[in-house]
């Protein structure tokens, strides 16, 4: 059983191309979850932006240190857990000195 009566998908192909807030805001008007609703517009075909990224303070992707970690591990080939307590600026400078792909934010 769906969710979606014919009135709710009408008015959801009515907009035609949707953004999360704009999701969220369906939802929440129409008693469903926001997961929902995008799932819904993604099977219906319809054009929908997500929400952006997050950011640092400098506007640049969140990269976590863990991931620096298993960079460096993985060019120098050893494991060192304790590498993590290390500022996230010092992993990113051994990341470059070992000269190892510097992560992709996720």
């Not at 929440?28 to 799932?39: D, M, T, W």
């Amino acid at each position: 059983m769906s969710n979606y009566t014919p009135e709710l998908t009408a008015a959801l192909e009515s907009r035609g191309s949707w953004t999360y807030a704009e999701a969220v805001a369906f939802a929440e008007e129409n008693a469903l979850k926001p997961r929902s609703v995008i799932a819904k517009i993604k099977s219906l075909g319809l054009e929908y932006t997500p929400k952006p990224t997050r950011v640092t303070k400098q506007g640049e992707p969140v990269v976590r240190k863990s991931q620096f970690v298993a960079a460096i591990e993985a060019a120098v080939g050893v494991s060192v857990p304790s590498l993590a307590k290390a500022t996230k600026q010092d992993l990113e400078t051994l990341t470059r000195a070992v000269g190892a792909e510097m992560p992709e934010a996720n």
